[in-house]
């Protein structure tokens, strides 16, 4: 879970993601950080994550990232 | 390959997660939301063709087609992109958004498809508020829906067409109605605009304008102040500034921005 905030921090360092509930309906994370998010999570779990999970709602908390992570073979 | 229209937007997504899985080293810079892609679609202005490695998507314009990708195997994305066909007297146009590092052998694929590179534009963050003064930011006020021509005009006077979005002037009426277009008046017609989109607790600083003759007054001053203070409540504001304005770029460092990482190389074939 730490790495998911780390990733994300390096991602968009303004915000701090541990205090909201939906990243996407806040506007922190738009269709370009997602984009970036996926290639990041990807590299650093050694893992692909299917393209037809790359819908917003999949990146809207920590949660779902790591639900994400651990249904694309991932061990967080 | 034949480019032809998607027939709905999951077409286009299930191409792009086919290419995903099958490729050793995915990359792409097609970053349009769906209703972006729904809207392109419905005007029949998105085109698409894919072979095994790659998925390529032309969006039709007035002056440009705009070209996106999404790549499963970085040694053949430049034949994937050289097929892409180019109308007599036509101009292709892509982006590419990375670090440096990260985009470097990608433009090399560009540069072996006969793209060059046209010019880039860095992101900036604001991390720290700085004092504006705000006393002055009565003088900047939202614009008026009988503004938007003139804004519209200047606008599309200044900034590039092929790599700074220029708005048509619907999407200028809306901006205003949202009251997200500042202006300041001198003899009764707009001398500056400051433009922002907002969303949740992000803003992006979309076009900061002084006209000419009233440079160096504080006009400038008086719309980020103003900005600043209407969006009091968010927490993370952007922008992208042309790596070769610097004087752009030291102002924006002047109100609190610093520099993010990523860079926006935009690449063109003519
Ligand atoms: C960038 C721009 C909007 C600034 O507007 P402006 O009205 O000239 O700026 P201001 O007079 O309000 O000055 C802003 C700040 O720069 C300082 N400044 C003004 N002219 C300056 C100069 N020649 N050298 C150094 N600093 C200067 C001012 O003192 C002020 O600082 P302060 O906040 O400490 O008082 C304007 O120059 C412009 O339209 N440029 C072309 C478009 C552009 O490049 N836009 C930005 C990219 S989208």
Same mark, same amino acid.
């Given at each position: 879970?730490?790495?998911?905030?780390?990733?994300?921090?390096? +991602?968009?360092?303004?915000?701090?993601?541990?205090?909201? $509930?939906? %990243?996407?309906?806040?506007? /922190?994370?738009?269709? *370009?950080?997602?984009?970036?998010?996926?290639?990041?999570?990807?590299?650093?779990?050694? +893992?692909?994550?299917?393209?037809?999970?790359?819908?917003? $709602?999949? %990146?809207?908390?920590?949660? /779902?990232?790591?639900? *994400?992570?651990?249904?694309?073979?991932?061990?967080? | 390959?034949?480019?032809?229209?998607?027939?709905?937007?999951?077409?286009?997504?299930?191409?792009?997660?086919?290419?995903?899985?099958?490729?050793?080293?995915?990359?792409?810079?097609?970053?349009?939301?769906?209703?972006?892609?729904?809207?392109?679609?419905?005007?029949?202005?998105?085109?698409?063709?894919?072979?095994?490695?790659?998925?390529?998507?032309?969006?039709?314009?007035?002056?440009?087609?705009?070209?996106?990708?999404?790549?499963?195997?970085?040694?053949?994305?430049?034949?994937?992109?050289?097929?892409?066909?180019?109308?007599?007297?036509?101009?292709?146009?892509?982006?590419?958004?990375?670090?440096?590092?990260?985009?470097?052998?990608?433009?090399?694929?560009?540069?072996?498809?006969?793209?060059?590179?046209?010019?880039?534009?860095?992101?900036?963050?604001?991390?720290?508020?700085?004092?504006?003064?705000?006393?002055?930011?009565?003088?900047?006020?939202?614009?008026?829906?009988?503004?938007?021509?003139?804004?519209?005009?200047?606008?599309?006077?200044?900034?590039?067409?092929?790599?700074?979005?220029?708005?048509?002037?619907?999407?200028?009426?809306?901006?205003?109605?949202?009251?997200?277009?500042?202006?300041?008046?001198?003899?009764?017609?707009?001398?500056?605009?400051?433009?922002?989109?907002?969303?949740?607790?992000?803003?992006?600083?979309?076009?900061?304008?002084?006209?000419?003759?009233?440079?160096?007054?504080?006009?400038?001053?008086?719309?980020?102040?103003?900005?600043?203070?209407?969006?009091?409540?968010?927490?993370?504001?952007?922008?992208?500034?042309?790596?070769?304005?610097?004087?752009?770029?030291?102002?924006?460092?002047?109100?609190?921005?610093?520099?993010?990482?990523?860079?926006?190389?935009?690449?063109?074939?003519?």
């Amino acid at each position: 879970m730490n790495t998911v905030l780390k990733i994300l921090s390096e +991602i968009r360092p303004e915000f701090d993601f541990s205090t909201s $509930e939906d %990243f996407i309906a806040d506007g /922190m994370l738009d269709s *370009l950080d997602v984009v970036t998010l996926v290639s990041a999570i990807d590299k650093h779990y050694r +893992i692909s994550i299917a393209g037809t999970e790359i819908v917003p $709602e999949n %990146f809207s908390s920590t949660a /779902m990232i790591a639900a *994400l992570i651990h249904r694309n073979g991932g061990r967080l | 390959m034949p480019m032809q229209p998607p027939t709905s937007i999951v077409e286009v997504r299930q191409q792009i997660a086919r290419i995903k899985a099958g490729g050793t080293e995915f990359i792409t810079n097609f970053f349009l939301d769906d209703a972006a892609i729904e809207q392109a679609i419905r005007a029949g202005t998105l085109l698409f063709a894919f072979n095994d490695d790659a998925v390529v998507m032309v969006r039709r314009g007035a002056l440009f087609d705009r070209v996106y990708f999404a790549d499963g195997n970085r040694a053949s994305l430049s034949r994937t992109l050289a097929s892409v066909p180019l109308a007599p007297d036509g101009c292709l146009i892509s982006d590419l958004i990375g670090t440096a590092a990260e985009t470097a052998p990608v433009i090399d694929q560009f540069v072996s498809a006969g793209f060059s590179r046209f010019t880039e534009f860095r992101s900036m963050y604001r991390a720290n508020s700085c004092n504006v003064d705000v006393e002055r930011r009565a003088m900047a006020e939202a614009a008026l829906e009988e503004d938007a021509e003139q804004i519209w005009s200047y606008i599309s006077g200044y900034f590039d067409p092929y790599s700074e979005h220029i708005p048509d002037q619907q999407e200028v009426l809306t901006a205003v109605k949202a009251r997200t277009v500042l202006v300041t008046r001198n003899g009764g017609s707009v001398s500056a605009i400051l433009w922002y989109d907002r969303k949740g607790a992000s803003s992006i600083l979309r076009y900061w304008l002084v006209l000419p003759q009233f440079r160096g007054r504080g006009l400038g001053k008086q719309l980020m102040a103003r900005y600043f203070n209407d969006c009091a409540d968010v927490r993370s504001f952007r922008l992208w500034v042309q790596s070769s304005n610097c004087r752009a770029m030291r102002l924006y460092q002047h109100y609190g921005y610093v520099l993010a990482s990523r860079t926006d190389y935009i690449l063109k074939r003519t």
